[in-house]
Each structure stands twice: as C-alpha cells, then as structure tokens.
Nanobody, 120 residues
Framework: QVQLVESGGGLVQAGDSLRLSCAAS????????MGWFRQAPGKEREFVAT???????TYYAESVKGRFTISRDNVKNTYLQMNSLKPEDTAVYYC??????????????WGQGTQVTVSS
C-alpha cells in the first residue's frame, strides 16, 4: 500500500512560478514511475508529465513542454516545477504512482490533489 500527498499549490499571477511536491509513504516491494495529472472544473483529468522509476526518462504533454519540469530526488519524493504559468493551467494537480505512461489507467496510487490557480 502506498500513500501520496501533494503540496505547494496556491494562487499566483500569470507568468509566475510554482513548485509542487509529492511525498510517498507506506511499505512497498517495487519502485514506481511517477506522474502528474490535472483536472479543471467541468473537464476530464489530463496528463501533465511522467518520470521513470530511476528518474532517467521524462515525458510531457505538449501544452506544458518547455515550461514544466518533473524531477525526483529519490523513490519517495517527486516534484513539478511550473514556470511561465498561464490561466489555463488552473486546475487541481494530482500525483500518481504506477507504470511509466501518459495514461491515467497505468497508475495504481493517487494523491488527494493540490489546487493551482493562475490569475490574469
């Protein structure tokens, strides 16, 4: 069983930066790829970024490529650095643990989410 907790969300202006964190806990027998997803009101949850279990491979949605960076300092902590934020980035952001993929169905464990609001 794995528990994930996101933090670092908040209210910022367009062009500002935020860094989200995801802390994992619980007994595990394997390492996991980590992903970030987001969901805006009235919209489906969408893929943002993913990183392989060893941190050597990353993949991003086209909408955030060049602005967001996913990283991990060990198997338990994952980060999402968000630069040049836009109002359309406003959403609840979720971290997830599972298989390296852009598909949410490939992830077995999910955090509760953290709100990011970008004003114009």
């Amino acid at each position: 069983q794995v528990q994930l907790v996101e933090s670092g969300g908040g209210l910022v202006q367009a062009g500002d930066s935020l860094r989200l964190s995801c802390a994992a806990s619980g007994r595990t027998f394997n390492t996991y790829a980590m992903g970030w997803f987001r969901q805006a009101p009235g919209k489906e949850r969408e893929f943002v970024a993913t990183i392989s279990w060893n941190g050597r491979n990353t993949y991003y949605a086209e909408s955030v490529k060049g602005r967001f960076t996913i990283s991990r300092d060990n198997v338990k902590n994952t980060y999402l650095q968000m630069n040049s934020l836009k109002p359309e980035d406003t959403a609840v952001y979720y971290c997830a643990a599972g298989t390296y993929s852009s598909n949410s169905r490939s992830y077995n464990y999910w955090g509760q989410g953290t709100q990011v609001t970008v004003s114009s």
